[in-house]
């Protein structure tokens, strides 16, 4: 399986700043996501980052508050905008490898918005 | 797009007795339902999977089962363990991404 770190693993900000995750994967990956997992909740899925292009947002979630960028098939990060405590949340990347169905999950980030 | 109901949200068992977990979706399309196990603090893990053209597949003492027609799967877990304890989510796939049941915390008492 595809290991899959994220940087940073946690982090504390301020309400109005901006913080950009990354997700590095040690193996090619056809598709990557990133899902939002907030304090006892499910996994709500934010986005598809298309490598090359711009990402597919799901119902909810825009581009201007979630930027997302893929540059090559290994590589993806998340910025998260103007930063409000109801962002407080997990943020994981997941990744699908070529030819197979399994989708793992990244570590996560924990974002603490004060 | 796709919706995920998963029933119930928690569920208490006594070890050595067996815990079963429902789903149903939403889209027909839908062909890959995994589930997945989360502990506090961790990442979702892949317990199982199964495909549409199957309609039950077992590993060891869980066991996942699809009806297609009425749309809905389910995770047994058979001879609980305490180690069994943590959330537990269901999935489809009918396009390319995941989505999730809203899980169900499992305990398992000794």
């Known amino acids: 399986s595809a290991v899959i770190s994220q940087k940073p693993s946690r982090d504390i900000c301020q309400r109005g700043t901006s913080l950009t995750i990354q997700c590095q994967v040690d193996?090619?990956?056809?598709?990557m996501f990133w899902y939002r997992q907030q304090p006892g909740q499910s996994l709500t899925l934010i986005a598809t980052?298309?490598?090359?292009?711009?990402?597919?947002?799901e119902s909810g979630f825009v581009i201007d508050k979630f930027p997302i960028s893929r540059p090559n098939l290994t590589f993806s990060t998340l910025t998260v905008s103007n930063m409000s405590p109801e962002d407080s949340s997990i943020y994981l990347c997941?990744?699908?490898?070529?030819?197979?169905?399994?989708?793992?999950f990244g570590p996560g980030t924990r974002l603490l918005v004060l | 797009g796709e919706n995920v109901e998963q029933h119930p949200s928690t569920l208490s068992v006594q070890e050595g007795d067996s815990a079963v977990i429902k789903c149903t979706y939403s889209d027909s399309a839908s062909n890959y339902f995994p589930w997945y196990k989360q502990e506090l603090g961790k990442r979702p893990q892949l317990i199982i999977d199964?495909?549409?053209?199957?309609g039950e597949k077992k590993d060891q003492r869980i066991a996942v089962t699809l009806n297609k027609t009425a749309k809905h799967f389910s995770l047994h877990i058979t001879e609980t363990q305490p180690e069994d304890s943590a959330v537990y989510f269901c999935?489809?796939?009918?396009?390319?991404?995941?989505?999730f049941g809203k899980g169900t915390t499992l305990s398992v008492s000794s």
């Open positions: 199964i495909r549409s053209n199957v």
């Open positions: 980052a298309n490598q090359g292009s711009e990402a597919t947002y």
């Open positions: 999935a489809a796939r009918g396009g390319s991404a995941l989505i």
């Open positions: 997941s990744v699908v490898g070529a030819g197979q169905e399994t989708q793992y």
């Open positions: 193996s090619q990956v056809t598709m």
